[in-house]
């Protein structure tokens, strides 16, 4: 039997479910600089950047399970061309931070691609062949080929972690779902600034018998072993 017979079985909330490693993709929704490090663009609005560190090992954790079993990797990176021509006014011009999008920050530029702080914290770099997607907006869909991608390996299952909960991770989980992938958040492997932001998000999404999709322990997937379909089946 092929890898595409191998299902794995794991508890997460509302209800336990199964998926194929080879018709799973994880993605990992922008764990950049920018956000994550102090003085970077999150810690300009104000933030407290420490609520956000504890994902990065989590995510890690992640990664190296997915890897494993030879899963499509993707990592998200929330980045704007240098001339700002992706960027909308309203989403510069928002509210009244220290610095703005564009603006030169500790670690470059703010939110530009090439730019030290837009890139992905260390711990998360990509390997060499993952797919990394630079997005203009919060949800990975949006003016990108995510989709496209997805399609081309026969993806149907996604695993979900990164910053922050209740925006970006949320806001591709939702575009996801509306496309007909089923979604899975790994609770550790995402924060929020607002801790009551990401309880909040996990309740979310899997209210209504998953109206978004799942929620599960990182405990659970790293627990998890590929069985052939039959096999899983009956349980052994």
């Given at each position: 039997m092929s890898a595409?017979?191998?299902?794995?079985?794991?508890?997460?909330?509302?209800?336990?479910?199964?998926f194929a490693p080879a018709r799973t993709a994880v993605i990992m929704i922008d764990m950049?600089?920018?956000?994550?490090?102090?003085?970077?663009?999150?810690?300009?609005?104000?933030?407290?950047?420490?609520?956000l560190l504890p994902a990065v090992g989590a995510a890690h954790q992640l990664l190296d399970w997915c890897r494993a079993q030879n899963m499509l990797v993707v990592?998200?990176?929330?980045?704007?061309?240098?001339?700002?021509?992706?960027?909308?006014?309203?989403?510069?011009?928002r509210g009244a931070p220290k610095l703005r999008i564009g603006d030169q920050g500790a670690m470059g530029r703010i939110l530009i691609n090439g730019e030290f702080g837009t890139d992905f914290v260390e711990e998360l770099t990509p390997l060499p062949g993952e797919i990394v997607i630079t997005k203009p907006g919060k949800g990975a869909f949006y003016?990108?080929?995510?989709?496209?991608?997805?399609?081309?390996?026969?993806?149907?299952?996604?695993?979900?972690?990164?910053v922050t909960t209740e925006v970006c991770v949320q806001t591709t989980m939702r575009e996801a779902n509306d496309r007909g992938y089923?979604?899975?958040?790994i609770e550790e492997a995402t924060e929020s600034y607002f801790p009551h932001f990401k309880q909040a998000t996990l309740e979310m999404i899997r209210a209504q018998e998953g109206i978004v999709g799942w929620t599960?322990?990182?405990?659970?997937?790293?627990?998890?072993?590929?069985?052939?379909?039959?096999?899983?089946?009956?349980?052994?």
């Open positions: 595409m017979d191998k299902t794995c079985f794991i508890e997460a909330l509302p209800y336990p479910l199964q950049q600089r920018d956000f994550i490090l102090p003085g970077g663009f999150g810690d300009t609005l104000g933030n407290d950047v420490a609520h990592h998200t990176k929330e980045a704007h061309a240098a001339d700002l021509s992706d960027c909308p006014l309203a989403k510069r011009h003016a990108t080929e995510l989709g496209q991608i997805l399609k081309n390996h026969g993806i149907t299952h996604l695993l979900f972690g990164g089923e979604c899975v958040l599960a322990s990182l405990k659970s997937i790293l627990t998890a072993t590929p069985q052939h379909h039959e096999e899983s089946k009956n349980g052994s």
